[in-house]
């Protein structure tokens, strides 16, 4: 049996395990020294749709001014649409810095299912994590591998008297598809027949 005959059945199934899944640059979703202040109200956070690709926001949390921590600082809250057929597989820090004071552990990430919080207490949240870390994937430490299709809110605060600058990265790819899945199968289980 010739190579060729060999990897033909192995080319056709990684073909087709690849239809439907285009790689899309994805888009800054928001930027506060652009599109203004993330809001600050738990019950009606931004509402954002991502595609297929990376996204990124970014904005400032802390003595900023403006209101909506619990501690009566800057809080940022946002609540990612995730359509159907697709999943966030990593929301990373691009960027953290501290404009003034010192952010001691880190900043605050609150996550819930859905497209707001009930309150701002720790019964109203799914997870949370700090963060800081430049590169750091934060969905393992939200106790999560992926984020699939729905509604999804986030609420970042900072946790001491300082100004931080932060940009997250979330990277949006397409679910595995059932079907093409079992179509790969059906091939590999097809050309392991015709090798026998």
Same mark, same amino acid.
């Given at each position: 049996?010739?190579?060729?005959?060999?990897?033909?059945?192995?080319?056709?199934?990684?073909?087709?395990?690849?239809?439907? &899944?285009? &790689?899309?640059?994805?888009?800054?979703?928001?930027?506060?020294?652009?599109?203004?202040?993330?809001?600050?109200?738990?019950?009606?956070?931004?509402?954002?749709?991502?595609?297929?690709? /990376?996204?990124?926001?970014?904005?400032?949390?802390?003595?900023?001014?403006?209101?909506?921590?619990?501690?009566?600082?800057? @809080?940022?809250?946002?609540?990612?649409?995730?359509?159907?057929?697709?999943?966030?597989?990593?929301?990373?820090?691009?960027?953290?810095?501290?404009?003034?004071?010192?952010?001691?552990?880190?900043?605050?990430?609150?996550?819930?299912?859905?497209?707001?919080?009930?309150?701002?207490?720790?019964?109203?949240?799914?997870?949370?994590?700090?963060?800081? /870390? $430049?590169?750091?994937?934060?969905?393992?430490?939200?106790?999560?591998?992926?984020?699939?299709?729905?509604?999804?809110?986030?609420?970042?605060?900072?946790?001491?008297?300082? $100004?931080?600058?932060?940009?997250?990265?979330?990277?949006? $790819?397409?679910?595995? @598809?059932?079907?093409?899945? $079992?179509?790969?199968?059906?091939?590999?289980?097809?050309?392991?027949?015709?090798?026998?």
């Amino acid at each position: 049996m010739t190579l060729r005959l060999l990897l033909a059945p192995a080319a056709l199934a990684l073909s087709l395990c690849m239809i439907g &899944s285009p &790689s899309v640059k994805g888009a800054i979703l928001w930027n506060e020294g652009e599109d203004g202040d993330l809001p600050g109200d738990f019950h009606s956070p931004q509402a954002l749709v991502v595609t297929p690709g /990376e996204h990124t926001f970014s904005g400032s949390i802390g003595d900023t001014g403006d209101t909506g921590a619990t501690d009566g600082g800057d @809080a940022d809250y946002l609540s990612l649409m995730v359509p159907d057929g697709l999943e966030i597989v990593s929301i990373s820090v691009q960027t953290y810095s501290f404009v003034d004071g010192n952010p001691g552990g880190g900043s605050f990430l609150g996550y819930r299912s859905g497209s707001d919080f009930a309150g701002q207490g720790f019964d109203d949240i799914d997870a949370w994590t700090l963060f800081f /870390e $430049v590169g750091l994937n934060l969905l393992p430490d939200l106790g999560r591998d992926s984020l699939a299709a729905g509604q999804h809110a986030f609420w970042l605060q900072e946790t001491n008297p300082t $100004v931080v600058d932060y940009s997250l990265s979330i990277q949006v $790819v397409p679910e595995p @598809a059932v079907g093409g899945l $079992v179509g790969c199968g059906a091939l590999l289980i097809v050309g392991g027949r015709r090798r026998r």
